[in-house]
């Protein structure tokens, strides 16, 4: 018995439509107390994942909006259980009403992802799918967004379940071996058994090393602007960002801290890192800042060097630019040349060199195509990048497993050392799917979503 949760499911916002959800056992039969269809029909006689016009009225029977209710019973909804769904014109204060209405007539309140909660427990989505739910939700570029969806619909628990599979296999016969040690087990061979572990390992480290463009898929691309002072960081930033978030003066070494700005350009989020400008200072203050910019070059997966164009190159320039050939990925920028330009890009080192204004953003149009080759263009957003933390986790734990497995059988240890290993691996992956999870850890997942979800 499932008691009958409410929310709105669009968002407290003006919108055209607003979405009141109803899940529980007497979901139909709560609607009914507040929804008069057009038609006269109640609710439990109108066929399932029908739009039914109708009105929906308060507890002193005043009329709250005209909307579309639409059910659809257990067990083939969202939830697994009976669902019903007001369609309402989208204003806070109908959809609050609304609400009211229906706490009056006997739901409570949804709390955070129990929507989503109740298909998981009810079988409908397994853990990995409930929480790319809440990812697709989020996903704020439209890779993030394909690859999120590809694992709601069940991507990842593709690739785990045939890996979860053989190590069952592996298990029931090494378990096999161990309850009746004086039988002869059929294709009981260690080295047959050490073969299909590598392949497990193989696959689940495959899996782990998508996780560097999942977390860019996820976070964006951690880039750090780097540059010795005065050269127009702060004001590429401001530039891209498309207001002033960074102090801009023309006193080398203004940037005390570095200053970070998330934002989209062509299909790639970036999530920008001004700095105070990599260079050796006797200044204290300075100097904390110029650390700073060291760690956020070394952390970022790009560094955007800028230079000063109508300046000759510095030692200080290229003490910044060793900082940059060491990161994954370079772009520099020949900045000021609007003042004219004296540095050219056979002067520097990098792949990709793009000559700017900053102050009045020329040639920064082009740095979209350049990033969406960096980035975009090469994720196969299909649900099989690893985005998850949590998951991440688990799946090198089974993976560490497997390798504490093989090195076991490797060094001829005794069946049942071995087989703690193949379980403790099933039990990682088990935590994936959900089928292993603790309950505290479900309870922390959900709390990520919104009331409505
Ligand atoms: P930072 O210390 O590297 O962050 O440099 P700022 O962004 O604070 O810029 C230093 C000075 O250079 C400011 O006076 C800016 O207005 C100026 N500046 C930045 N970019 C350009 C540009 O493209 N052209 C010109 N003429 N001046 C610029």
């Not at 860019?216 to 530039?239: C, D, E, F, H, Y």
């Not at 960074?246 to 299909?267: C, K, L, M, N, Q």
């Not at 955007?304 to 000759?312: E, K, M, R």
């Amino acid at each position: 018995m499932s008691h009958t949760i409410a929310a709105v499911s669009t968002g407290n916002q003006v919108s055209a439509i607003g979405i009141l959800r109803l899940s529980g056992d007497d979901c139909v039969q709560i609607a009914q107390q507040v929804f008069q269809a057009k038609s006269g029909i109640p609710l439990s006689h109108i066929p399932a994942r029908k739009l039914t016009l109708g009105v929906l009225r308060d507890k002193q029977n005043r009329v709250i909006d005209q909307c579309m209710a639409v059910c659809t019973p257990a067990p083939h909804s969202y939830t697994g259980e009976d669902t019903v769904e007001f369609h309402c014109h989208g204003s806070p204060a109908v959809l609050a009403a609304g609400l009211e209405a229906l706490y009056q007539a006997g739901a409570r309140p949804a709390q955070r992802g129990e929507f989503t909660k109740r298909a998981f427990l009810n079988g409908r989505l397994e853990l990995s799918q409930a929480e790319a739910v809440i990812d697709l939700i989020e996903s704020e570029t439209a890779d993030a967004a394909a690859n999120a969806a590809g694992q709601v619909g069940g991507a990842l628990q593709k690739k785990l379940a045939p890996i979860y599979h053989t190590l069952t296999d592996i298990c029931s016969h090494f378990h096999a071996v161990l309850d009746y040690p004086d039988e002869e087990i059929e294709d009981f061979r260690l080295e047959n058994y050490a073969a299909l572990l590598r392949t497990q390992a193989k696959l689940l480290h495959a899996l782990l090393s998508t996780y560097g463009q999942g977390r860019i898929l996820r976070q964006g691309v951690a880039a750090a602007i780097v540059g010795k002072p005065n050269v127009g960081k702060s004001s590429l930033l401001n530039a891209l960002a498309g207001y002033d978030r960074a102090i801009v003066t023309d006193i080398p070494g203004t940037t005390r801290d570095t200053v970070e700005e998330s934002i989209r350009i062509g299909s790639t989020r970036l999530r920008l890192i001004d700095t105070a400008g990599i260079r050796e200072t006797a200044d204290a203050v300075e100097a904390m800042g110029v650390e700073r910019s060291k760690a956020a070059a070394e952390n970022a997966d790009l560094v955007i060097f800028v230079c000063d164009g109508a300046q000759p190159l510095t030692q200080e320039d290229r003490q910044v630019i060793e900082v940059c050939l060491e990161a994954p990925n370079a772009i520099a920028l020949i900045n000021k040349t609007d003042l004219g330009q004296v540095v050219l890009p056979s002067d520097l080192p990098f792949t990709t060199i793009l000559t700017v204004c900053a102050k009045s953003g020329e040639g920064l149009e082009q740095l979209s195509q350049v990033l969406d080759t960096m980035f975009a263009g090469n994720i196969p957003c299909d649900g099989s990048i690893l985005t998850n933390p949590r998951q991440y986790d688990a799946i090198r734990r089974a993976y560490e497993a497997i390798l504490a497995a093989l090195q076991g059988l490797q060094l001829g240890l005794t069946p049942d050392a071995v087989l703690t290993d193949v379980e403790q691996s099933m039990e990682a992956l088990g935590e994936v799917t959900g089928a292993t999870v603790r309950e505290d850890i479900t309870a922390r997942i959900f709390e990520r979503f919104c009331v409505g979800k």
